[in-house]
């Protein structure tokens, strides 16, 4: 089982639609997640972190996260064609004490 | 200007080299990351450090090596013995905190001649 897993997409939402993007993950000793965007050729940027149930807003951004399920989510409200990227989750294992990415949903926002 | 800085940008290796890439960071954080990035996949780790002098084991550490002689610097050797290295490598470093976001350099693409 992978430690940190995401649909590889693509993920394919019309201009100013709501995109949701998923991630599970294993460690139950993770306590704090990241939402990474990459575009292609590009280095990761980081979007949003959540360690605490519940809902975390910035902006178009929304980070949710259930510990309990052991999932987290992504939610950008209002897509943009430039919103078109990889999105990368990614999870702090407390018990091994490293940061592990899932391998990431691309997304495609078309006019 | 903080933040965490690759060298070179890309890289050619022949066979049987062995290479070193840079990652030099001046954010004071503690840990620092490699990964490893195939087209179409995502990071997977090398090599991680939580501190001076210490470091462990990724996922896929065969066939690399590291060093962690200063807090600033965390050096990734290529060995002859990775087989198949062209690849985009990219270095990460954090606080040690759990609820700190890591940051990453632009990356090295890395390429078999």
């Known amino acids: 089982q992978k430690e940190v897993e995401q649909n590889s997409g693509p993920l394919s939402v019309p201009e100013g639609a709501i995109a949701s993007l998923n991630c599970t993950y294993s460690?139950?000793?993770?306590?704090?997640f990241f939402w990474y965007r990459q575009y292609s050729g590009k280095s990761p940027e980081l979007i949003m972190f959540?360690?605490?149930?519940g809902d975390k807003e910035d902006g178009r951004f929304t980070a949710q996260l259930n510990k309990a399920s052991q999932y987290v989510s992504l939610l950008i409200r209002d897509s943009q064609p430039s919103d078109s990227a990889t999105y990368l989750c990614?999870?702090?294992?407390?018990?091994?004490?490293?940061?592990?990415f899932g391998a990431g949903t691309r997304l495609a926002v078309h006019p | 200007d903080g933040g965490i800085t690759q060298s070179p940008k890309y890289l050619f290796r022949k066979e049987g080299q062995n290479v070193t890439l840079s990652c030099e960071q001046n954010?004071?954080?503690?840990?620092m990351y490699w990964y490893r990035q195939d087209p179409g996949q995502g990071l997977r780790l090398i090599y991680y450090?939580?501190?001076?002098?210490?470091?462990q084991k990724g996922d896929i550490a065969e066939g690399y090596s590291v060093s962690r002689e200063k807090k600033e610097s965390f050096p990734l050797t290529v060995t002859s013995a990775q087989k198949n290295p062209t690849a985009f490598y990219l270095c990460?470093?954090?606080?040690?905190?759990?609820?700190?976001?890591?940051?990453f350099g632009q990356g090295t693409r890395l390429t078999v001649v």
């Open positions: 954010l004071n954080h503690d840990a």
């Open positions: 959540i360690y605490s149930n």
């Open positions: 990614a999870a702090f294992s407390g018990g091994y004490n490293k940061l592990i």
């Open positions: 460690d139950r000793g993770s306590q704090s």
């Open positions: 450090s939580q501190i001076v002098n210490d470091f």
């Open positions: 990460a470093s954090s606080m040690r905190q759990m609820n700190t976001e890591a940051f």
